[in-house]
C-alpha cells in the first residue's frame, strides 16, 4: 500500500502562487498515475491533474494554464504549481495514487480576495 503526505498548503492572496508537494513510500511509485483532488466546504470533491508514469498531464478546465502539475521519480514525488490563484480555488487539496487507489490527509489551501 501507498502511503501519501501532502505538504505546502496556506493562505496566499488572489493572485499569488502556491507549490503542493505530495510525497509517496512504498515501492513502484514510477507506474503510478498520480492525481490532484480538491473539495471545497460543501461541494463535491473534483479532479484538479492527473500525471501517468510516463509524464502525460491532464488538467481541469478551471485550473488550465495556471496550473501545473509534475513529478520526481527518484524523490518519489509528486507537485502542484498554482499560480494565479483565484478565491474559488480556496479547498483541501489532496494527493492519490491509482491503481492503489491511496489518499494522503489534504492540505488546506486557503485564497483570499
Known amino acids: 500500500q501507498v502511503q501519501l503526505v501532502e505538504s505546502g498548503g496556506g493562505l496566499v492572496q488572489a493572485g499569488g502562487s502556491l507549490r503542493l508537494s505530495c510525497a509517496a513510500s512504498g515501492s513502484g511509485f514510477r507506474i503510478l498515475t498520480m492525481r490532484w483532488y480538491r473539495q471545497a466546504p460543501g461541494k463535491q470533491r473534483e479532479l484538479v491533474a492527473s500525471?501517468?508514469?510516463?509524464?502525460?498531464?491532464n488538467y481541469a478546465d478551471s485550473v488550465k494554464g495556471r496550473f501545473t502539475i509534475s513529478r520526481d521519480n527518484a524523490k518519489n514525488t509528486v507537485s502542484l504549481q498554482m499560480n494565479s490563484l483565484k478565491p474559488d480555488d480556496t479547498a483541501v487539496y489532496y494527493c492519490n495514487a491509482l491503481p492503489s487507489g491511496s489518499w494522503g490527509q489534504g492540505t488546506q489551501v486557503t485564497v483570499s480576495s
Open positions: 500525471i501517468t508514469g510516463l509524464g502525460s498531464t
